[in-house]
C-alpha cells in the first residue's frame, strides 16, 4: 500500500455513507455497495481493493451496528439492527454515526475517545 492518507478515516467515510444510503434497518446493503461510493468519493488509497476493507466491515459486525446476513466470496450482505444517529466527536472533531445498541465511543480508530 501507497503512504496516502484520507482525509477521512475510513471507518467514518463507511459509517457516513451508510447513514446516508441505507440507514433503514430492512434495507440491505453490501460491502461492495460502499466500497464503490468512497471510490467515486476520491477520498481512498487508489491501490486499495475490496479486500483492503473487510477488517472495517467485520468492526461494524462486532460493534453491533450491522449483522453479516449473507457473503459470496469478497461480498458481504448487511443489515442494520437499527437506525443509526448522527453525533459530534468534540475530541477529534468528526461527525461520526452510531447505532443505539453500540458503545458510545468515536469510531475513528485514531480517537476512541468517549461521546
Given amino acids: 500500500m501507497s503512504d496516502f492518507t484520507p482525509a477521512v478515516p475510513i471507518e467514518l ?4 455513507i451508510i447513514f446516508e444510503k441505507f440507514n433503514d434497518p430492512d434495507t440491505k446493503f453490501t460491502n461492495d455497495d460502499i466500497f464503490e461510493i468512497i471510490k467515486t468519493n476520491g477520498d481512498v488509497d487508489p491501490s486499495w481493493i475490496i479486500d483492503d476493507t473487510e477488517s472495517f466491515f467485520n468492526i461494524l459486525c462486532d460493534s453491533g451496528l450491522a449483522r453479516n446476513i449473507a457473503q459470496n466470496f469478497t461480498t458481504m450482505y448487511l443489515k442494520l439492527f437499527d437506525p443509526m444517529e448522527k453525533l459530534r466527536c468534540d ?3 468528526n461527525d461520526v454515526f452510531l447505532g443505539p445498541s453500540e458503545e458510545r465511543k468515536c469510531p475513528n480508530s485514531s480517537c476512541r475517545s468517549s461521546i
Fill in 13 to 16: 467515510q463507511i459509517r457516513k
Fill in 91 to 93: 475530541s477529534c472533531g
